[in-house]
């Protein structure tokens, strides 16, 4: 097997429990593994700001690491708390979603290029979506009678949704758009081509690192490219069939401390 010199995680579900921290029997291996040389990124669906703090409690601020948002849409340097690399959904394809949406009345949370800001077209708020937890910025309702979209944006979510369903279908069909939805209906939409493996590719080409000397664990649609493409890709228990079908080794769940136990197997060689 190639050396191992980067470890992509992604966060919920993988690294964290879904919408918690980093479980804390991960938090040491993974500082473990940075003390030793090896990279380590979160490589997450998740917006940037609210999820910087789980990236502090592992220390990758100070072994000046990125951070992958959005579904590799973002990519964030940590230690100098600035945006390096971007592709946007240009806000004329944020007005078709939007106007999509209102036809076969999905519920839509987009995050605008303005990392304070969400565009929405209901109250997350008094529905207590669950993306609340993690976003504590303004959120602007879309009203298609007023001025047009100012901002491009970098991830929409819809919600209750199947691959089949009619939205989703004239989506992928009649636009040029990335769509991965999750065991609990989420769509996560993207501009084209970008996944969490595109913000991994820029990330190792800055650091000189072949993707075969990368390891990758995830859980879900969005980390399926991701796994299926780089030289380790760890399927977590609790992962969807089909990120498991590609993946070279399926851990625990993530609550019993998957992410620690592969980190412990192939880098730093020690049983836990």
Not at 200 to 228: C, F, P, Q
């Amino acid at each position: 097997m190639n050396k191992i010199e980067l470890v992509a995680l992604d966060m919920d579900g993988t690294a964290c429990v879904f919408q918690e921290g980093v479980l804390t029997e991960n938090i040491d291996p993974i500082i473990a593994t940075q003390a030793k040389g090896v990279k380590v990124v979160f490589a997450t669906g998740r917006p940037i700001l609210t999820s910087l703090q789980e990236a502090l409690k592992v220390k990758m601020d100070y072994y000046h690491q990125y951070f992958i948002g959005f579904n590799g849409a973002c990519i964030y340097d940590i230690k100098n708390n600035q945006i390096v690399h971007e592709q946007t959904i240009p806000s004329a394809t944020l007005e078709v979603i939007f106007a999509l949406a209102a036809k076969h009345q999905i519920k839509i949370w987009c995050y605008t290029n303005d990392l304070t800001k969400v565009i929405v077209n209901f109250d997350p708020i008094l529905e207590a979506n669950t993306e609340c937890v993690f976003f504590n910025g303004e959120f602007e309702q879309y009203n298609p009678n007023n001025a047009l979209i100012s901002e491009d944006g970098y991830k929409c979510l819809g919600f209750d949704l199947t691959d089949d369903h009619p939205f989703v279908v004239a989506l992928t069909e009649g636009h040029n758009i990335e769509i991965a939805i999750d065991k609990n209906g989420v769509a996560e939409i993207n501009a084209p081509g970008i996944n969490k493996l595109l913000g991994l590719r820029w990330v190792t080409e800055e650091w000189g690192i072949e993707l075969e000397n990368v390891m990758a664990m995830g859980d879900s649609m969005n980390d399926y490219h991701m796994l299926k493409n780089v030289g380790v890709g760890i399927a977590m228990g609790n992962a969807q069939d089909a990120v498991k079908a590609i993946a070279k080794e399926v851990t625990s769940d993530a609550k019993d401390g998957g992410v620690a136990k592969m980190l412990n197997k192939y880098i730093l060689n020690s049983e836990i």
